[in-house]
């Protein structure tokens, strides 16, 4: 499986962006697919996963209730929605993807990565 992440870009605090992974190659639309990110001298952190059905989507505490995770099976893509963004946002955001069936929070649990995509917030 190969992915594509898009969408990163800067923006103010309290803004929106929405991040697309773009997943090719065999049976792509069966993976869960991940977010995570990584700030400047931080370890990568979880944001964001979903299965291949769309349902039971998992976020990490910090995002709850601002990001929200979707995917168009039909266009291979998966979404990160991410309004009322923070400065402690800021991070390179990957996508990911593995053959588990359900959301998977760990990172050594996705054997596919994208190149990543920066998120800038300004304060």
């Known amino acids: 499986v190969q992915l594509q992440a898009s969408g990163g870009g800067l923006v103010q605090t309290g803004g929106s962006l929405r991040l697309s992974c773009v997943a090719s190659?065999?049976?792509?639309?069966?993976?869960?697919v991940g977010w995570f990110r990584q700030a400047p001298r931080k370890e990568r952190e979880f944001v964001a996963s979903?299965?291949?059905?769309?349902?039971?989507?998992v976020y990490a505490d910090s995002v709850k209730g601002r990001f929200t995770i979707s995917r168009d099976n039909a266009k291979n893509t998966v979404y990160l929605q991410m309004n009322s963004l923070k400065a402690e946002d800021t991070a390179m955001y990957y996508c990911?993807?593995?053959?588990?069936?359900?959301?998977?929070?760990?990172?050594?649990?996705?054997?596919?990565w994208g190149q990543g995509t920066q998120v800038t917030v300004s304060s």
């Open positions: 990911a993807a593995s053959d588990f069936t359900r959301a998977q929070v760990v990172a050594d649990r996705y054997p596919y």
């Open positions: 190659g065999r049976t792509s639309v069966y993976y869960v």
């Open positions: 979903i299965p291949a059905s769309g349902s039971s989507t």
